[in-house]
């Protein structure tokens, strides 16, 4: 399986069907927990290097976004980086 239907298969493990409250107070029929994805380690591995291979073809320098959600992200881009040899900032 390539990490991008690997991925697909951890995502879809994480979907709560049905009627679900969500933290705004509004209700979804469906929600998915992305966190059980990014805070597992074959999870985070497979998001992180996915992420970096596309974004790496901008010539970044640092990488980031709102704190809780983005950490295990920022952290797990910053490694895929650094094992190609690339120094990014990460930021949150």
Excluded: C
């Amino acid at each position: 399986m390539d990490p991008r239907e690997e991925l697909m298969q951890l995502v879809k493990s994480t979907v709560a069907e049905g009627t679900v409250t969500l933290a705004s107070g509004a209700t979804s029929d469906f929600y998915i927990d992305g966190r059980q994805t990014t805070l597992d380690s074959r999870g985070l591995h497979l998001t992180a290097n996915l992420m970096w291979q596309r974004i790496k073809e901008w010539n970044v320098t640092a990488v980031g976004g709102p704190t809780m959600g983005a950490d295990p992200i920022v952290g797990g881009i910053l490694m895929a980086a650094a094992a190609e040899g690339v120094h990014l900032k990460g930021f949150l």
